[in-house]
Structure formats: structure tokens, C-alpha cells
Antibody
Framework: QVQLVESGGGVVQPGGSLRLSCEASGFILSSYGMYWVRQAPGKGLEWMTFLHYGGSNKHYADSVKGRFTVSRDISKNTLYLQMNSLRPEDTAVYYC????????????????WGQGTLVTVSS | QSALTQEASVSGTVGQKVTLSCTGNINNIGSYVVGWYQQISHGAPKTVMFGNSLPSGIPDRFSGSKSGTTASLTISGLQPEDEGDYYCSTWDYSLRAQVFGGGTKLTVL
């Protein structure tokens, strides 16, 4: 069955960097697009990034464009989120999630979610 | 302010039928498939509806529909374990982004 397991969260100072990982199993990463979605404390869900199944097309929310970079390692079936220039408002639980559409372009909803990893940006 | 509008809260009694709505526009709900996600006690979200398809393992008391620019999630025969937060999402062509509703807190009385 499909499983997504995030790791890499923690406490970081403003301006710092962190890399999140999402190990996927039960499906082939190169066949599905992948999302990163975050949820700030007490707030709703917020879409961050989408990585096209082909690996080259990437979309970012305006709030993280130029600071966050999504990538993947097909050999490890793992998705990454490199987060630079972190701000206190980036504090959130970060979820990786799978596109529900085989060879989709990011216009389909999520069908599977990871358990999330908490990132806290604080001095 | 969210691109998709959901009720802040909805309540119902055990066994009752409740409907949650998600309103957008022609650039999002009017043109693309809508997903519904359940989040219980601030745990990880779980997809409970995908367009009008029920994901594996989700009880068939959940159903989805769409009319124009409004999508709906209906729970027929509400159960105590259905209590939680529900979010809708879809692609927005003009924003070039997946957009989420603000979420509806469902209370089972």
C-alpha cells in the first residue's frame, strides 16, 4: 500500500536552512506528481509546491518562491524540500502528498498524505 | 482569505445526514476535480472524496457532488468518529496553484 514518511523537521533560527525528506513506498515516484502542503499552528492547509511526475516542471506558492526548492531522488523513491532563508511564519507541520492522477500535471487533488514533520523557526 | 469558501462550522446528531459545501469560481471548482480531506484531532489529513469517487477504505456514507462552482460533501448516517475538520481543494487556473478552503469544523452532537 501507499506510504509517505516525512523526516527532517526541527527547530531552526530565522534565516537558517532545513531539508525535509519524504520516503515513498507502494508506488513509483516517477509516475506521479508530488506536493508539499503545510499547516501553521491553528491554521488551515496551505499548498507549497508541486513537482511534476517528469521531474522537471515545478510550481511554487508565491510565499516560498525563491526560498524553497523541491527535488527528488528516483533511486531512493524520495522527495525533498530544501528550505532556505526561513522565517518565523514558515513555522508549520509540513506534509508531503501524492497526486491522485497517474502522469498528472498537478491539477488533480491529493489521494495520499504523509504523517507530517514539524518545522519551528524561532530564535 | 481562502480562494475556496467553506462553512466555519457544521453540526449534526448521530445518524443524521449533513452536507458540507465548498464554493469557488469558474477558474477552480467550475473546471477541475475537487478533493475532500478529513483531519481528526490535528492529525494528518486523509482523503475522503476524490471528485465523486470514494477512496479505498472510506465508508460509503460519504459522497461527493458538484454543481457549477460549488462542490459538496455529504455524510449520510453521521457517526461519532466523523467529528473533525474537513477541507476541500482543487486546482485554480488563474492562480496556477492548488487552492484549499478554510476548513469546516464538523461536530457530532
Amino acid at each position: 500500500q501507499v506510504q509517505l514518511v516525512e523526516s527532517g523537521g526541527g527547530v531552526v533560527q530565522p534565516g537558517g536552512s532545513l531539508r525535509l525528506s519524504c520516503e515513498a513506498s507502494g508506488f513509483i515516484l516517477s509516475s506521479y506528481g508530488m506536493y508539499w502542503v503545510r499547516q501553521a499552528p491553528g491554521k488551515g492547509l496551505e499548498w507549497m509546491t508541486f513537482l511534476h511526475y517528469g521531474g522537471s516542471n515545478k510550481h511554487y506558492a508565491d510565499s516560498v518562491k525563491g526560498r524553497f526548492t523541491v527535488s527528488r531522488d528516483i533511486s531512493k523513491n524520495t522527495l525533498y524540500l530544501q528550505m532556505n532563508s526561513l522565517r518565523p511564519e514558515d513555522t508549520a507541520v509540513y506534509y508531503c502528498a501524492k497526486d491522485g492522477d497517474y502522469h498528472g500535471s498537478g491539477t488533480y487533488p491529493v489521494d495520499y498524505w504523509g504523517q507530517g514533520t514539524l518545522v519551528t523557526v524561532s530564535s | 482569505q481562502s480562494a475556496l469558501t467553506q462553512e466555519a462550522s457544521v453540526s449534526g446528531t448521530v445518524g443524521q445526514k449533513v452536507t458540507l459545501s465548498c464554493t469557488g469560481n469558474i477558474n477552480n471548482i467550475g473546471s477541475y476535480v475537487v478533493g475532500w480531506y478529513q483531519q481528526i484531532s490535528h492529525g494528518a489529513p486523509k482523503t475522503v472524496m476524490f471528485g465523486n469517487s470514494l477512496p479505498s477504505g472510506i465508508p460509503d456514507r460519504f459522497s461527493g457532488s458538484k454543481s457549477g462552482t460549488t462542490a459538496s460533501l455529504t455524510i449520510s448516517g453521521l457517526q461519532p468518529e466523523d467529528e473533525g475538520d474537513y477541507y476541500c481543494s482543487t486546482w485554480d487556473y488563474s492562480l496556477r496553484a492548488q487552492v484549499f478552503g478554510g476548513g469546516t469544523k464538523l461536530t457530532v452532537l
